[in-house]
Each structure stands twice: as structure tokens, then as C-alpha cells.
């Protein structure tokens, strides 16, 4: 079994920042690509960023210049620095991680979402 817990979300008037992790624990043999999607309500899931083991980087259009993913593949942790955020920022930001577990079963794994707010 394997379990991603965010931790970082809040309230951050415009322009202001916060910093996401995710961390990845349990029966893992490795972790592929991770990243974060967000849903604003009454919107659909969207991807915002993702980080492969390699360190190969994509980024939403809306967030480039913005947000900034990292991982530490030792820790098995993944990252969004966000800056210059906006209020349609807001959303519930979950994290996402293709896992291979000690079984050598590859899945893709979320955690349950943290929420951020931008808001004055």
C-alpha cells in the first residue's frame, strides 16, 4: 500500500506565496513521474505540473513563471513553490505520483488534497 500527504495549502492574499510538498510512503520500489493537479469548484481537474525522476519538467501555461516543481527522489517528496499567486489559483491542489510497489505493480497514486486560497 502506498500513501501521498500533502501539506502547505492555506489562505495568501494576491502576489503572496506558498509552498506545497507531498510525500510518498510505503511499500515502494520507485516513484516515476510526480506532480499536481488542482480543481476549482465547479471545474474540472487540471494539471499544473509534473517532474519525472530524470528531472524532466512540464508546467500548465497558467502557472509558467509562476510555480516551480522539485522533487527529492530520496525522500521520495515532491514540491510546488508557488509565487505571485493569483485568486484563480484557488483550488484544491491534490498530489499524484506513478508508483511501482515492491510487487513490482505500477498504479498511480493520489493524495487527498490540500486546499489553497487566494483571497484579500
Known amino acids: 500500500q502506498v500513501q501521498l500527504v500533502e501539506s502547505g495549502g492555506g489562505l495568501v492574499q494576491p502576489g503572496g506565496s506558498l509552498r506545497l510538498s507531498c510525500a510518498a510512503s510505503g511499500s515502494i520500489f520507485s516513484i516515476n513521474t510526480m506532480g499536481w493537479n488542482r480543481q476549482a469548484p465547479g471545474k474540472q481537474r487540471e494539471l499544473v505540473a509534473t517532474i519525472t525522476s530524470g528531472g524532466n519538467i512540464n508546467y500548465a501555461d497558467s502557472v509558467k513563471g509562476r510555480f516551480t516543481i522539485s522533487r527529492d527522489n530520496a525522500k521520495n517528496t515532491v514540491y510546488l513553490q508557488m509565487n505571485s499567486l493569483k485568486p484563480e489559483d484557488t483550488a484544491v491542489y491534490y498530489c499524484?505520483?506513478?508508483?511501482?510497489?515492491?510487487?513490482?505493480?505500477?498504479?498511480?497514486?493520489w493524495g487527498q488534497g490540500t486546499q489553497v486560497t487566494v483571497s484579500s
Open positions: 499524484n505520483a506513478l508508483v511501482t510497489n515492491t510487487a513490482r505493480a505500477t498504479f498511480s497514486s
